[in-house]
């Protein structure tokens, strides 16, 4: 579930601001301060709730049905094998944390595993049913609507857990996620995350030659927040240095076995908020992290 950060001229579509344009209800408005995890779980549920018909709208067609991709560099674990080899996923028990319309966890049922998707957006969810009931097939894939913060598993409940840009980039906390995802891992299992590559928060988010001039400090670690009138907020992202990530998967109780920055390839060429073939092509926009549960 790919989301792009950007301080935005205009609204966010299908927020209550960008429905109803009025003085009683402004657009909400961009600025960095700190949200707690309450406020950024809320944020991010409405955000999502909101959005996700516009999302999949977008961006459905890249993601594809049924294909794991981990972000916007298209780049395919078909191809990279992150989670292991494809032939080793049946029978695994799998858990997708930010499953969105569950598009990873839809590839891996199609390789024999035992996937559960988990969404703290209902409407995403909803989306996941709609691609199954079009395709008029029963995909086997449990959906939950959870917080990744509080996993309503037991504990050893999987034999590999991965996200595709979920839930860890919209946390306050993030080491709580990674330890609520080594709970509910059996020992030996894989965890496979990616996220917004830390650099680009010095960056403006724009795809054209005005994204190439560092405008902030890399170090900055406050969030990134849009709030209406009272000051709510209406979405939130965190940023975490590259360091910052390596410490929070070790503080969670994890090995990192790999660090990929893919590189943007030359058959892609959309656009996609902040990520561009001509920013792909000179700086890292994804980082994924291959970690192992000891």
């Known amino acids: 579930m790919v989301q792009e950060h950007e301080p935005r001229d205009a609204p966010a579509p299908g927020t209550p601001a ?7 209800n402004p657009e909400p408005t961009a600025t960095r301060r700190i949200a707690d995890d309450t406020e950024s779980s809320r944020a991010s549920r409405g ?15 890249f993601l594809g049905d049924d294909r794991f991709i981990w972000g916007p560099e298209g780049l395919d674990e078909a191809e990279a094998g992150l989670l292991g080899p494809a032939d080793g996923l049946k029978g695994l028990d799998v ?27 209902y409407q995403q969810l909803r989306h996941a049913r709609r691609i199954d009931a079009e395709a008029g097939r029963v995909s086997g894939i449990a959906l939950v609507q959870a917080d990744a913060t509080a ?13 595709a840009y ?3 980039p919209f946390v306050a906390d993030p080491v709580r996620v990674m330890r609520e995802v080594r709970r509910v891992l059996r020992p030996g299992a894989r ?15 724009e795809p054209g030659p005005e994204g190439l001039s560092v405008a902030a400090s890399y170090f900055d670690r406050t969030p990134y927040v849009e709030q209406d009138e009272a ?15 390596v410490r929070d998967v070790v503080a969670g109780g994890f090995r990192l076995v790999d660090l990929l920055e ?25 980082a994924i992290f291959v970690c192992e549960r000891d």
């Open 231 to 245: 000051g709510r907020a209406v979405y939130v992202e965190h940023h975490r240095t590259l360091g910052d990530r």
């Open 151 to 163: 996993l309503p598993f037991r504990d050893g409940s999987f034999d590999l857990a991965c996200s």
């Open 18 to 24: 960008a429905d109803d344009l009025t003085p009683e």
């Open 95 to 121: 858990l997708e944390v930010g499953a969105g319309a569950a598009q990873c966890a839809r590839w891996l049922a199609a390789r024999g595993a035992r996937p559960v998707a988990l969404d703290l957006s």
């Open 191 to 205: 965890w496979v995350f990616s996220v917004s590559h830390p650099v680009r928060w010095a960056f403006p988010d």
């Open 262 to 286: 893919p590189e943007w390839p030359a058959w892609n060429t959309q656009e996609w908020g902040g990520w561009s073939p001509l920013r792909g092509n000179l700086i890292p926009g994804t």
């Open 166 to 168: 979920g839930a860890v």
């Open 47 to 61: 955000w999502w709730d909101r959005n996700a018909d516009d999302y999949q709208d977008e961006h459905g067609g």
